[in-house]
């Protein structure tokens, strides 16, 4: 599917740099890739202290 996009040049260079990678193409599914990555942690840590604890859970036999 081939969409035309207005991008940055300068930030897509820097991208290109940072990135280490070699295409223009490349450069944008990585960023795309790690921006849902990111997202998707920001959800889950977002769960942090929502959920419910086992107050049975013993987490020094778990050292053993």
Do not use: H, W
Request: glycine share 6%; charged share 30%.
């Amino acid at each position: 599917m081939a969409t035309n996009l207005a991008i940055d040049p300068s930030l897509l260079d820097e991208a290109l740099l940072v990135g280490g990678l070699t295409t223009k193409k490349d450069t944008v599914n990585q960023a795309l890739t790690e921006y849902v990555q990111r997202r998707k942690q920001q959800e889950i840590t977002n769960l942090f202290g929502t959920l419910p604890c086992d107050e049975d859970y013993d987490y020094k036999k778990g050292r053993r």
